[in-house]
């Protein structure tokens, strides 16, 4: 269950980086998505949306590796 759980909160960000992805191409391409006045706006949105959710998923994983031990160097947490 906890597995399960793990991969939905994985899944809902990984959503929103492909969208993003979508807005972006669709913004080079010139096809405009109807909730955005023009083609720029839809091409910042896609690449926050990029952002926020390649984000999120390597937060996500990073802090399970840190609670694993499994990092080295710069990427330990300060005590």
Do not use: C, W
């Amino acid at each position: 269950m906890v597995r399960l759980i793990a991969f939905i909160i994985l899944l809902i960000p990984g959503i929103v980086a492909v969208y993003g992805i979508k807005l972006i191409r669709d913004s080079f391409f010139g096809i405009l998505d109807s909730i955005y006045p023009n083609v720029f706006l839809q091409l910042f949105f896609g690449f926050v949306f990029v952002v926020l959710g390649i984000g999120f998923i390597g937060g996500y994983l990073l802090h399970r590796d840190r609670k694993k031990n499994k990092t080295k160097g710069r990427f330990e947490a300060n005590k």
